[in-house]
């Protein structure tokens, strides 16, 4: 049985909020605030954290009229055009509405826990010894930046790969 495409968007984009609110649930559950868990030494740690700014805490410190507008409601209306332009938009490549149903997906997740709980909860971080690091991300972080690579690729190497020289 073939989805059609908009069920498939629709299904694309709750698997990756739920993927991120199940994992959310379980780190709230079992890991204390602040606690670490080093599961590959100190190179993977998990942790559980509350931010309540937007990507490694920018605009926490933000009073909570500007913290509204920026977190919540501008977001909620940018997500809001976003599936709205890959549903309308027929032309899109399956690589590209896939990538852009994960951004979709995880910026609803992240918005809903600033919602439900006026914070996000972060909980991984990598550290591979000064080659790699990262601040202290989610499932739904994953899900955008996974999203934004597949159209990096999408839009600027791919097409390149496909020219005569």
Do not use: H
Request: charge should be positive; glycine fraction near 8%; proline fraction near 1%.
């Amino acid at each position: 049985m073939k989805l059609s495409r908009n069920v498939s968007i629709v299904l694309l984009i709750i698997f990756n909020i739920a993927i991120d609110q199940i994992s959310k649930v379980i780190v709230r559950a079992n890991i204390e605030l602040r606690e670490v868990i080093e599961l590959i030494g100190d190179k993977f740690i998990l942790t559980n954290v509350e931010n309540k700014g937007a990507f490694l805490g920018m605009g926490s410190e933000m009073n909570e009229t500007l913290r509204l507008i920026f977190l919540l409601i501008l977001p909620t209306l940018v997500l809001g055009y976003l599936i709205y332009y890959i549903i309308v938009n027929k032309t899109l490549d399956k690589l590209s509405t896939m990538a852009l149903s994960c951004i979709a997906g995880g910026g609803i997740a992240n918005v809903f826990d600033r919602i439900a709980f006026g914070k996000v909860t972060d909980f991984f971080f990598i550290d591979l010894g000064g080659v790699f690091k990262t601040g202290i991300f989610n499932v739904a972080d994953m899900s955008v930046t996974f999203g934004m690579l597949v159209l990096i690729y999408t839009w600027i190497i791919a097409p390149k790969k496909n020219t005569v020289s």
